[in-house]
């Protein structure tokens, strides 16, 4: 466990929280505002489906995990596999708060989809803090959680243009799905 760096750490992570709050907030914009740009669409929400709203937390949190990489690369273990499982996290919780209270309360309530974005990306990067400061773990476990950033990466671009037709890609707004 890391003792010397665990502050450091710690508060990278805090950073980090507040990094992927507002960039995330700022996405859920920018699709709109440059003209429906496509390239911009593949990392901006394109419509107001569950799916393209995971991509709010998806790019804060690998955009960030780009910029700490090289100041804790050295100070951390399991980098890689910490940052995975933070922003898996994320993308977990989010739908599954959504999905239930709708199925409870028939209807989406903004308040709560707002907060349970806050609190995914509050959970995922202290998860995040706790496997940075946790023992070495295989080194095969870095390498999976970097196909696993890639595979996800790719998803997500993939599933802007070409979304199954499934309700978690589907616009609650006007049924349609990924680009309009």
Sequence with gaps: MIVAGGKTVFAYEVIGIVFVIFLGSALHFTFALSGNLPIVGAFSA????V??????????????????YPFLRKTANNFFTAKIAGTCLMIIIIPLIFYSYTAVSGRSIFSID?????????????????????RQLSASFGKIAIAA??????????FTFYPPHLQIFQDSGNGTYGIP
């Excluded at 394109?46 to 489906?49: F, H, I």
């Excluded at 799916?51 to 910029?67: T, Y």
């Design 114 to 134: 707002i907060s349970s974005f806050v609190i995914a990306v509050i959970i995922g990067q202290l998860i995040s803090y706790k496997l940075l400061t946790y």
């Design 149 to 158: 950033i890639i595979v996800l990466a790719l998803t997500f671009v993939v």
């Design 51 to 68: 799916w393209e709203h995971l991509k709010l937390a998806f790019w804060p949190s690998l955009l960030f995990m780009l910029i700490e």
């Design 46 to 49: 394109v419509n107001e489906s």
